[in-house]
């Protein structure tokens, strides 16, 4: 996960890295709440972390800059 981080990172460069890294944690956070309630996962299960990193990846590089400057607009 940290190799793959570190890759993301520096091909897209650090505001895509750093928007890349912090989807990959909503998105993963997410499933792993949705799969906690829906019982099908126990707090004591370890869930892989790289498939949600990769996501947030490939939403930052397809859609990175348009969520950067949707989030930018929120506060003008």
Known sequence: ?????AFMGLFLGP??????????????????????????????????FGPYLAMGGLLALLRGFDIINWYLALFT
């Open 15 to 48: 505001y895509l890295g750093g928007l890349a890294l912090l989807l990959g944690f909503l998105i993963g956070g997410l499933i792993g709440i949705i799969l906690l309630f829906t019982r099908k996962k126990t707090g004591k299960d370890v869930i892989a």
């Open 1 to 5: 996960d940290v190799k793959l981080a």
